[in-house]
């Protein structure tokens, strides 16, 4: 069930590794609305959007940062979670952090908090990985919603996460279930 989410937190990674930058200026907010999935959130208007990158229902990466550096990028993963009747929050969350822990070097839970997504019960949890040589700070979001897991995956390089850390939680805060 969880080898999806494990996936794309390593393709997280991979992209923030991997990116190609185009340098932009503004700072204004987009709305990306997701009509087959009910959700719309804010980012800044100077990233791009990208659906269907692997699994995930849209990547957003900042453009700021020169070609062959990690990036800010942020991915909204689904799982239909309705072959698993039952399924709560504290287990799903609980199954994504041994994910985690299998899926990175030097996996490192800073914080599992309780967290409120467009008015639905998720959890925060905050993390430290390596890999490919760089150090990683990573926020996820995850709730249950209609029988579905929204899995919200957000980091970059450490020494570059205060630099996005508000741009981030304008985007988690802005999610909304439609």
């Known amino acids: 069930m969880l080898k999806k989410i494990s996936s794309i937190s390593i393709l997280v990674v991979y992209l923030l590794c991997a990116a190609h930058g185009l340098a932009a200026e503004t700072k204004n907010t987009v709305t990306y609305q997701n009509k087959a999935n009910n959700f719309y959130l804010q980012y800044p208007g100077d990233w791009w959007a990208k659906e269907g990158i692997m699994g995930s229902v849209v990547a957003f990466m900042s453009s ?6 990690p990036h800010f990028n942020a991915n909204i993963v689904l799982e239909d979670v ?11 969350t609980a199954l994504s952090i041994v994910q985690l822990r299998r899926g990175f070097d030097n996996f490192r839970l800073i914080s599992n908090e309780p967290f409120t997504l467009s008015n639905q019960p998720a959890r925060l949890l905050s993390y430290t990985c390596k890999q490919d040589g760089y150090d990683f700070v990573m926020l996820q979001v995850l709730t249950l919603y209609y029988n579905k897991a929204y899995v919200i995956i957000a980091g970059t390089e450490k020494t570059l996460f205060p630099k996005y850390e508000a741009e981030v939680k304008l985007m988690i805060n802005s999610f909304t279930f439609k």
């Open 64 to 69: 700021a940062e020169p070609v062959g550096q």
């Open 82 to 92: 309705s072959p698993y009747p039952g399924l709560t929050l504290e287990k799903y």
